[in-house]
């Protein structure tokens, strides 16, 4: 099977299978060889590495992982790309393992446990647009070993991982991210590179996992509560924002209190405050309960 990385080859097997695009699993495959390059690099692939993809797609990027890690793992939803995979773009290759799973369901730590014996993985995808927040999120989220992520993303959403207070951009996907790891935009992706060719350009990022998280939190599960709830109406005050939470329990004065303590004003916005500033004032709030 010829490398996929060009329109030619990437035609010539979408006419083989008569296979058409779902809008609906977010399906732009790539088709620039140096790009592809570019994401190995930046994802610093090695031949020790297990690698879990998101979203193989006709195996483009799936091929550039096989021929330069020890083990691939690829997780596809569309059950029409599996034959296509198997039988034909990944056949060659032993080190490859293909589920036909919606990633946001897959147990990734059972994978990990099974094919990297627990130790931390890299994750590296061209991903869905339509589910990267939820994916990055539960990456993260999921007590998963992970070493690093590298991932094509829109780009606005990549400057949206990068971006701190005082900027339209900062947001929960900012902090979640910048708590759990640190950002590198590697590189824009202009949309001709893709087909079919989405309406937006996109971006290269890599997130390397911390060892131990920036700031020290007394009940992470809150803080994050409280941050989504800051941000969910991000144009109100801290304190009615968190009041207005459901699920959270904190009252107006518990805000006051803790913002004070702080020697910041009370008509302060969520959007104004740094990780290190949400750190300190969950633990004043959870010293209150
Ligand atoms: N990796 C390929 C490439 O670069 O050419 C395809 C990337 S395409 C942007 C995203 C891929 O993710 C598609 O193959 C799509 O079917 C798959 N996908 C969408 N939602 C998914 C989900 N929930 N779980 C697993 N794969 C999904």
């Known amino acids: 099977m010829a490398t ?15 296979f ?7 399906q732009n495959f790539l088709i620039d060889s140096n790009i592809l390059e570019n994401i190995i690099k930046a994802a610093e692939i ?7 993809e998101i979203g193989p797609g006709i195996g483009t990027m799936t091929q550039y992982l096989c021929e330069n890690a020890r083990e691939v793992v690829a997780v596809e939803i569309d059950k029409k790309l599996i034959p296509i995979l198997k039988q034909d773009t990944l056949a060659a290759y ?20 099974e094919k990297n014996n627990g130790a931390p993985i ?40 990068q971006s701190g207070p005082g900027t339209k951009d900062y947001g929960a996907l900012s ?35 911390c060892q131990n998280p920036p700031v020290t939190v007394s009940n992470e599960k809150l803080m994050f509560g409280i941050i989504r709830a ?13 009041n207005n939470a459901a ?32 750190a300190v004032f969950t633990a004043l709030l959870t010293k209150i309960e």
């Not at 996929?4 to 008569?18: E, M, Q, S």
């Not at 058409?20 to 977010?26: A, D, P, T």
């Not at 590189?187 to 890599?206: E, K, L």
């Not at 405050?273 to 949400?278: A, N, R």
């Open 230 to 242: 800051a941000f969910n109406q991000r144009r109100k005050t801290l304190v009615n924002s968190l």
């Open 122 to 161: 890299k994750v590296v995808a061209n991903l869905p647009y339509y589910i990267t927040t939820p994916i990055i999120m539960g990456l993260f989220e999921g007590n998963i070993p992970i070493e690093s992520i590298t991932v094509m993303v829109q780009k606005e959403v990549a400057q949206r991982m």
């Open 247 to 278: 699920g959270l329990n904190i009252t107006k004065q518990q805000v006051h209190n803790a913002l004070e303590t702080m020697g910041l004003p009370s008509t302060i916005r969520g959007e104004a405050l740094t990780l290190e500033q949400f």
């Open 4 to 18: 996929l990385g060009n329109p030619t080859n990437t035609i010539a097997v979408l006419k083989k299978y008569d």
């Open 20 to 26: 058409n695009f779902q809008k609906k699993y977010g």
């Open 46 to 52: 090695c031949t020790d590495d297990c690698v879990i």
């Open 94 to 113: 032993d080190n490859i393992t293909i589920l036909n799973e919606d990633i946001l369901k897959t147990d990734i730590n059972a994978i990990v446990q």
């Open 175 to 209: 902090l979640t991210v910048q708590y759990y790891a640190k950002p590198e935009l590697k590189f824009i992706v202009p949309a001709g590179c893709f087909m079919p060719r989405p309406n937006v350009d996109s971006a290269v990022i890599r997130l390397v996992r």
